[in-house]
């Protein structure tokens, strides 16, 4: 809902069976075997400016002779480009900009590295080129009113093809844009208010591009192709009821789509559609997320990604037998990186991000022929130890209406007993279609290391866990998925480690407007509460958020008017009388999607009634802080806040179970 793309899985319509099960992962169930575990070594030693100081590794492209990779990262303090060599080596920077720039695609002839930048986190992007040599930076576009974003280039680089939307409008459309004549060419266009396109993909011919439609609602889509030379335009998989098409990549011979879709059995799987025929063969039949990645430059396999239960690993398929194998990287979220394709141009080298519990997200290149896997950043920096650091426990237990398992991931600190006595975070996660993973959370690590537990609950809604799953909360919001939430509560309180008059709530975006739900229907369960760019009053939201949003939060709740009472129920701020833990929110001056009006709404009404509140606006942030030096102050008021409102509790004893 919060997200402006839809960036998640889609489906299936015809399949021929070439199932592979995926084996369900170890979790735990029974409160009593979570356990604080004892290790002299670890040091409470992680302070906030310590780990917002780890870099953030994002977005890549390899080089057109493979020698080098450009990334985005923020070790400057802002998210810019920066360069490094494919064989290791020290990052030379590339843009020098206080804005953020993301999703670079270098040029096939060498010359440019596209990319997009907007301003303050207003998410009004331009499309940006700058020379790897030169550092000369180009704007294409231009357009203070117009959003323009995620480039990708014609095979012969004279085209970039990318998505486009007005301001003001609820749809993205795709564009072509010449580089040679400076012209604009509209792919798609007069798309209805409440569908969006997405990815468009080249041919290796350049005569086509292929993309993603998708509804607002966030339950149907299809593939189309654009045959470019004789303005055509094909659907490719037509289809009854709501069901989810993406396309992922195409053949070098053209003859075949890699798609993900959950039109098989409801859950995401990876498939290959036949272009001329629009038939469509699964590669797997599994009930996780699976989803596609890229063919190798020969066309002879190709990369699939599975998500099992929060976990990420890589498939490589051969196609003339039918087989995969999992790539033999680290555990954790492994996610295959650059654009356009994750492979070298010679189809020797992988590119992929692999972070984790303890290890922020680093780029690293896998080697075909030897299988072996070289880091090429490094996002740790010193003073920051993996030991310190704390792996979670994947954990199931039932909802309360009893419909659902859910499955959450806590994280108990080192070296304290089982007295009862300690502080607990329940942590939510935005979306609500996302989902919390096995990957690196800065502030999670830092509470833990200071004696919070935490638990971070897949509540329904999440992706990961099927189509029926992330159905569940449909005109529901606030709802069901609350009251997961809820029994996350429960169940870390019946480990025997946690002091019910202790617990936390606290999340961004969806997961702060959770927090508001959580504080007003709720109120007796929290002592404090941690809503990070928040909404709190649907109308407001829908009122001020960015148009794409509103067609998505109407698809998804119903007509305002109709459903008025629904509104009303599920509006936070109509029961702000209710909250009885003190609060700290957090909003973006810049925000499109939950604008600081939602916030000060929340702080307007709590001081009126001599309420607890504290609010923060970064005026130069958008919906989530990009800034640096804004991430460890926005974080280093919670920690002060949190330890003043719920301490952790003072253990100077041992370990005692």
Same mark, same amino acid.
């Given at each position: 809902?919060?997200?402006?793309?839809?960036?998640?899985?889609?489906?299936?319509?015809?399949?021929?069976?070439?199932?592979?099960?995926?084996?369900?992962?170890?979790?735990?169930?029974?409160?009593?075997?979570?356990? #604080?575990?004892?290790?002299?070594?670890?040091?409470?030693?992680?302070? *906030?400016?310590?780990?917002?100081?780890?870099?953030?590794?994002?977005?890549?492209?390899?080089?057109?002779?493979?020698?080098? @990779?450009?990334?985005?990262?923020?070790?400057?303090?802002?998210?810019?480009?920066?360069?490094?060599?494919?064989?290791?080596?020290?990052?030379?920077?590339?843009?020098?900009?206080?804005?953020?720039?993301?999703?670079?695609?270098?040029?096939p002839d060498g010359r440019w590295i596209a990319y997009d930048s907007d301003n303050n986190g207003d998410e009004i992007s331009d499309i940006f080129l700058v020379s790897p040599k030169t550092g000369q930076v180009v704007n294409l576009t231009h357009t203070s009113e117009i959003a323009e974003e995620a480039p990708t280039w014609s095979p012969d680089g004279r085209y970039l093809a990318y998505i486009v939307?007005?301001?003001?409008?609820?749809?993205?459309?795709?564009?072509?844009?010449?580089? @040679?004549?400076?012209?604009?060419?509209?792919?798609? #266009?007069?798309?209805?208010?409440?569908?969006?396109? %997405?990815?468009?993909?080249?041919?290796?011919?350049?005569?086509?591009?292929?993309?993603?439609?998708?509804?607002?609602?966030?339950?149907?889509?299809?593939?189309?192709? #654009?045959?470019?030379?004789?303005?055509?335009?094909?659907?490719?998989?037509?289809?009854?009821?709501?069901?989810?098409?993406?396309?992922?990549?195409?053949?070098?011979?053209?003859?075949?789509?890699?798609?993900?879709?959950?039109?098989?059995?409801?859950?995401?799987?990876? /498939?290959?559609? =036949? *272009?001329?025929?629009?038939?469509?063969?699964?590669?797997?039949? =599994?009930?996780?997320?699976?989803?596609?990645?890229?063919?190798?430059?020969?066309?002879?396999?190709?990369?699939?990604?599975?998500?099992?239960?929060?976990?990420?690993?890589?498939?490589?398929?051969?196609?003339?037998?039918?087989?995969?194998?999992?790539?033999?990287? +680290?555990?954790?979220?492994?996610?295959?990186?650059?654009?356009?394709?994750?492979?070298?141009?010679?189809?020797? !080298?992988?590119?992929?991000?692999?972070?984790?519990?303890?290890?922020?997200?680093?780029?690293?290149?896998?080697?075909?022929?030897?299988?072996? #896997?070289?880091?090429?950043?490094?996002?740790? @920096?010193?003073?920051?130890?993996?030991?310190?650091?704390?792996?979670?426990?994947?954990?199931?237990?039932?909802?309360?209406?009893?419909?659902?398992?859910?499955?959450? %991931?806590?994280?108990?600190?080192?070296?304290?007993?089982?007295?009862?006595?300690?502080?607990?975070?329940?942590? @939510?996660?935005?979306?609500?279609?996302?989902?919390?993973?096995?990957?690196?959370?800065?502030?999670?690590?830092?509470?833990?290391?200071?004696?919070?537990?935490?638990?971070?609950?897949?509540?329904? &809604?999440?992706?990961?866990?099927?189509?029926?799953?992330? =159905?569940?909360?449909?005109?529901?919001?606030? /709802?069901?998925?609350?009251?997961?939430?809820?029994? +996350?509560?429960?169940?870390?309180? $019946?480990?025997?480690?946690?002091?019910?008059?202790?617990?936390?709530?606290?999340?961004?975006?969806?997961?702060?407007?959770?927090?508001?739900? &959580?504080?007003?229907?709720?109120?007796?369960?929290?002592?404090?509460?941690?809503?990070?760019?928040?909404?709190?009053?649907?109308?407001?939201?829908?009122?001020?958020?960015?148009?794409?949003?509103?067609?998505?939060?109407?698809?998804?709740?119903?007509?305002?008017?109709?459903?008025?009472? !629904?509104?009303?129920?599920?509006?936070?701020?109509?029961?702000?009388?209710?909250?009885?833990?003190?609060?700290?929110?957090?909003?973006?001056?810049?925000?499109?999607?939950?604008?600081?009006?939602?916030?000060? $709404?929340?702080?307007? +009404?709590?001081?009126?009634?001599?309420?607890?509140?504290?609010?923060?606006?970064?005026?130069?942030? &958008?919906?989530?802080?990009?800034?640096?030096?804004?991430?460890?102050?926005?974080?280093?008021?919670?920690?002060?806040?949190?330890?003043?409102?719920?301490?952790?509790?003072?253990?100077?004893c041992t370990l005692n179970e």
């Open positions: 809902m919060r997200a402006l793309c839809i960036t998640a899985s889609f489906a299936l319509t015809a399949f021929v069976a070439t199932a592979q099960t995926l084996p369900a992962p170890q979790a735990i169930t029974d409160p009593k075997q979570i356990v #604080s575990k004892p290790d002299a070594r670890v040091e409470k030693n992680l302070t *906030i400016e310590k780990l917002y100081m780890t870099r953030q590794v994002a977005g890549a492209t390899w080089s057109p002779d493979g020698k080098t @990779v450009a990334f985005v990262s923020n070790l400057s303090g802002r998210l810019n480009l920066w360069l490094v060599a494919s064989d290791g080596g020290w990052p030379t920077q590339l843009t020098v900009s206080d804005q953020r720039q993301v999703n670079p695609a270098w040029s939307k007005p301001k003001t409008s609820s749809t993205f459309e795709i564009d072509v844009y010449d580089t @040679v004549m400076r012209s604009v060419k509209h792919i798609t #266009s007069g798309t209805p208010k409440d569908r969006s396109n %997405f990815d468009p993909i080249w041919s290796a011919d350049g005569k086509r591009i292929f993309y993603t439609q998708g509804t607002a609602k966030g339950t149907d889509s299809n593939i189309f192709l #654009s045959d470019l030379e004789n303005d055509s335009t094909t659907l490719l998989t037509p289809h009854e009821g709501e069901k989810l098409y993406s396309a992922d990549d195409v053949s070098p011979d053209g003859k075949q789509l890699l798609i993900t879709s959950n039109a098989g059995n409801g859950y995401d799987n990876a /498939g290959l559609l =036949d *272009i001329a025929t629009k038939k469509i063969r699964s590669l797997t039949e =599994d009930k996780w997320e699976v989803s596609g990645a890229s063919f190798s430059p020969d066309g002879r396999s190709l990369i699939y990604r599975a998500n099992v239960d929060g976990n990420v690993d890589l498939y490589v398929y051969d196609l003339a037998t039918s087989k995969a194998r999992v790539l033999p990287v +680290a555990k954790g979220i492994n996610q295959p990186a650059g654009r356009k394709s994750p492979f070298s141009s010679d189809g020797m !080298r992988f590119l992929y991000n692999h972070a984790g519990p303890t290890s922020p997200g680093d780029l690293w290149v896998y080697s075909v022929g030897d299988s072996k #896997s070289q880091q090429l950043t490094h996002a740790l @920096v010193g003073g920051v130890r993996a030991e310190d650091m704390v792996e979670p426990a994947l954990v199931h237990f039932p909802s309360k209406d009893g419909k659902w398992t859910i499955s959450a %991931f806590v994280y108990a600190p080192y070296n304290l007993p089982r007295t009862g006595e300690h502080p607990a975070i329940v942590y @939510v996660h935005g979306g609500p279609a996302a989902q919390t993973m096995n990957s690196f959370n800065r502030f999670i690590q830092f509470a833990v290391n200071q004696g919070y537990f935490v638990i971070a609950p897949n509540y329904r &809604g999440s992706t990961g866990y099927g189509k029926e799953f992330q =159905d569940a909360n449909l005109f529901d919001m606030g /709802g069901g998925d609350l009251q997961d939430v809820l029994a +996350a509560a429960d169940w870390i309180k $019946q480990t025997g480690y946690v002091d019910p008059k202790k617990l936390i709530l606290m999340g961004g975006s969806y997961g702060g407007y959770l927090t508001m739900m &959580g504080v007003t229907k709720a109120p007796d369960v929290w002592a404090a509460g941690v809503p990070i760019v928040p909404f709190v009053n649907w109308f407001t939201e829908i009122q001020n958020e960015d148009p794409v949003l509103q067609q998505s939060d109407l698809a998804t709740m119903g007509d305002t008017v109709t459903n008025k009472a !629904r509104y009303e129920d599920r509006s936070p701020i109509n029961f702000i009388d209710k909250v009885k833990a003190p609060l700290y929110l957090l909003a973006g001056g810049h925000d499109p999607r939950c604008p600081k009006s939602e916030a000060q $709404q929340v702080a307007d +009404a709590i001081k009126k009634r001599g309420g607890v509140v504290e609010l923060k606006v970064y005026e130069d942030e &958008g919906h989530g802080f990009s800034r640096v030096e804004n991430q460890i102050d926005a974080f280093k008021r919670i920690a002060d806040f949190l330890k003043a409102r719920v301490p952790p509790a003072d253990c100077s």
